[in-house]
């Protein structure tokens, strides 16, 4: 029978080992969280190959982070995997406005989708924020559109939708728009854990960064 890691500190630690190993693009070492958190995510080695990560994602996302930045996200799927408590105490909370009062209903008579009509209804909350997209490429458009703004414009955008209809487009505008730093996975993949994962590994290294 095969010999299985049973601690899972040990668990972890080796299989950034083999993360990191096994990368193959000349990423910066302040990215390194990142793309190891989205491979050991999706158990996906090839999944590097689709990161695409701005010039200045990682300094305005965690330089938002130490100022008390909350997360916007599209679902709460992404919600429920981001680290709340840890957010907290750099001074920031969670927030979606998904299921917030007469969204659906503004939602039916816009004729769009509900995750885009809650970032219409709510675009004083991105100024500042960052914003976590995992499930909705609507969402991201509309948050595209937004951040032309000064006003509503987000420190950083996670924008990681999945799926077949829009996805990759959406994702495609986002990483065109080069004045705005973000965070993507070009290509169909995605989805919310990649997203809440992202936003976890810039929490963590914001609070290793308060600590040193």
């Known amino acids: 029978m095969t010999d299985f890691i049973l601690n899972p500190g040990h668990i972890e630690t080796e299989s950034m080992r083999i993360i990191r190993a096994g990368l193959t693009r000349p990423w910066l070492v302040d990215e390194f969280p990142v793309v190891e958190r989205l491979i050991h995510t999706s158990g ?7 990161i695409a990560i701005h010039p200045q994602a990682i300094a305005c996302g965690l330089k938002a982070l130490m100022e008390g930045a909350n997360v916007i996200t599209d679902v709460e799927m992404v919600r429920a995997g981001i680290a709340k408590e840890k957010l907290k105490s750099l ?14 209903e503004q939602a039916k008579e816009w004729g769009i989708t509900r995750s885009m009509t809650a970032f219409r209804m709510h675009p004083e909350s991105l100024r500042g924020s960052i914003v976590a ?3 909705a490429p609507t969402a991201l458009l509309e948050v595209l559109r937004l951040a032309e703004n000064p006003e509503t414009c987000p420190a950083l955008v996670i924008g990681i939708p999945v799926g077949f ?31 809440a994962t992202v936003v976890n590994a810039l929490i963590y290294t914001a609070l290793k960064q308060l600590v040193l």
């Open 133 to 135: 997209i995992g499930n």
């Open 91 to 104: 001074g920031g909370t969670v927030q979606s406005f998904l299921n917030a009062p007469g969204v659906p």
């Open 165 to 195: 209809v829009g996805a990759k487009e959406s994702k495609d505008l986002l990483w065109a728009r080069q004045s705005l730093p973000s965070i993507t996975v070009l290509g169909t993949r995605g989805g919310s854990p990649l997203a």
């Open 44 to 50: 996906d080695p090839s999944l590097e190959q689709a």
